[in-house]
């Protein structure tokens, strides 16, 4: 891809996330630590433990986007199955990483490092490990595409290892005009005119306390890559809702 600023996808795997068992946190945790690097990400998908499924999505979104991001499905258990997915995405073997083999035996030994356990080191041929400081078992990068466990803690910690292979582009900067006393129906007209004279920035609209006793309003969000262009159009934007006799304030 050419554009100055690389752009990113995620992929969520696993029946867990589905079924409502389990909260997803990883695709907040990522999307933050893409916009801080100022790469765009565009799109984000959840699939079950199906590997056809895995395999289709995995290769629809490497071909539009620079970066992929997997998080789950590399455990020890039958149905971790992101390892076989992969492989079989990138017409390549699921061979056993010997550096992979080598820290799973060094973190289980002799005893516990066991059949189960030794499916974590089976990394598509060709790929490169991603350090875990947490528990060790690595996951690993094929391509333009990361591939890292599901557990919070652990994927947070595996992005250390991930950000320094990322080309970064320009950060996002981003300023919020809280509007107070009217709903996000009584400035839109206000917004669109902001944002039809600001056709390379991006204006949204965030409502808050409908329906509820208290204060309502909502956020107007102004985001851009050009810091002064940002702060020009928020300055325009109070200036003219000040104008409309709307109560708002930069924040």
Do not use: W
């Not at 149905?79 to 390549?92: C, L, P, S, Y």
């Not at 702060?231 to 708002?248: F, K, N, P, Y």
């Amino acid at each position: 891809m050419t554009d100055a600023s690389p752009t990113a996808a995620v992929l969520i795997i696993g029946d867990e996330v589905l079924s409502g068992r389990t909260q997803d946190t990883n695709l907040n945790t990522i999307a933050r630590f893409l916009a801080a690097l100022g790469i765009d990400l565009l799109e984000a998908r959840t699939v079950g433990d199906r590997k056809a499924q895995i395999v289709e999505a995995l290769n629809a979104l490497r071909a539009g986007h620079d970066y992929v991001f997997t998080t789950g499905g590399i455990g020890p258990t039958h149905d971790d199955i992101t390892a076989d997915a992969v492989a079989t995405a990138f017409g390549v073997a699921l061979p056993e990483h010997p550096e992979a083999l080598a820290i799973l035996e060094r973190r289980y030994g002799a005893g516990e490092f066991n059949a189960p356990r030794r499916r974590m080191a089976r990394i598509p041929e060709g790929g490169a490990l991603i350090a875990n400081p947490v528990t060790d078992a690595p996951g690993f990068q094929i391509g333009n595409v990361f591939v890292m466990a599901g557990v919070p803690k652990i994927m947070t910690a595996m992005l250390e290892d991930v950000a320094p292979r990322l080309r970064t582009g320009a950060v996002v900067h981003a300023r919020t005009v809280r509007v107070t006393g009217v709903g996000e129906g009584s400035v839109a007209d206000i917004l669109s005119a902001a944002a039809r004279a600001n056709p390379d920035l991006s204006f949204g609209s965030y409502p808050f306390g409908a329906g509820t006793v208290g204060e309502i309003g909502t956020n107007l969000v102004v985001r851009g890559r050009d810091e002064g262009a940002v702060e020009a159009a928020t300055a325009a934007l109070l200036e003219t809702l000040e104008l409309a006799g709307v109560v708002a304030t930069a924040v």
